[in-house]
C-alpha cells in the first residue's frame, strides 16, 4: 500500500483527510506546517505528499522545492482552496506532480495521489480550462513576482507577513538579525514595495501567507 505524508495547517480539514486517506493508503504523519514537512519528508520518505499551499512559517511551494533538492525523486501533490490557474502553475514549476482544489471529489484525491505514485501528472478539471487560458496568454518574459526572489527572501517575506520581529525571524532561519534585515529590504527593493505593510500586501498577493 502506498504510503503518504500530509500537511494541512487547518486542524479540522486535517482530521477530516486523514480519516479519508486512511481508506486507501498508509497515512505515515499529518503535519500542520512547512518547515514540520520538510523533516517528516527526510526522516519518513513517504511514496507521495500532500500539501496544502498556505502553511505557517514556511508555505507549500517553497516547502515543496526543499523538498525536492533533499530528495529529488519525491512525489508531491498540491491540495489548496485556492481555484487559480496561476497557483496550479507555479505549483507545477515548482516540481508539483499534482494539483487539485478541497471541493474536488474524493476519488479525485485517490487519483492524484495514485498518478502521482507513478510519476505522471494530475490536474483537477475544475480549473484546467483556466489553466490553458493562462499558458495560452503567457508572454514567456516573468514567471510572476515571487520568480525576482531567492528562496531565502521568500522565506523572510512569509515569516515578516505571519508578523514575526526581525529578531524573531533571524532565530527561526539561524541567521544574524542584520542578514534576516537585508534579506528583507532585498526583497522589498525587489518587489517595489516601501514598506513593511506593502511587503504584507504583497505576500498575501502571493499566496505566502493566509487571509
Known sequence: MLTVLLADDHA?????????LRGSFTLLQTVHDGRSLLAASEALKPDVIVTDVSMPMLNGLDAIRQILR?????????LTM???ADLAVEAFRAGALGFLLKTSPGEELVKAIQE???GR?????????????????ARGDSAGAG?????????????????????????????????????????????????TAELIQQAIRMKLVAI
Open 82 to 84: 485556492h481555484a487559480d
Open 121 to 137: 501528472a494530475y490536474l483537477t478539471p475544475l480549473i484546467a480550462k483556466d489553466l490553458i487560458t493562462v499558458l495560452l496568454e
Open 70 to 78: 533533499q530528495r529529488p525523486d519525491a512525489k508531491i501533490v498540491v
Open 147 to 195: 520568480a525576482k526572489l531567492t528562496p531565502r527572501q521568500r522565506e523572510v517575506l512569509q515569516l515578516v507577513a505571519q508578523g514575526m520581529t526581525m529578531k524573531e525571524v533571524a532565530a527561526t532561519l539561524h541567521i544574524s538579525r542584520r542578514t534576516a534585515e537585508s534579506h528583507k529590504y532585498e526583497a522589498m527593493e525587489l518587489l517595489g514595495v516601501h514598506t
Open 12 to 20: 479540522v480539514v486535517a482530521e477530516g483527510l486523514a480519516s479519508f
Open 116 to 118: 502521482a505514485a507513478k
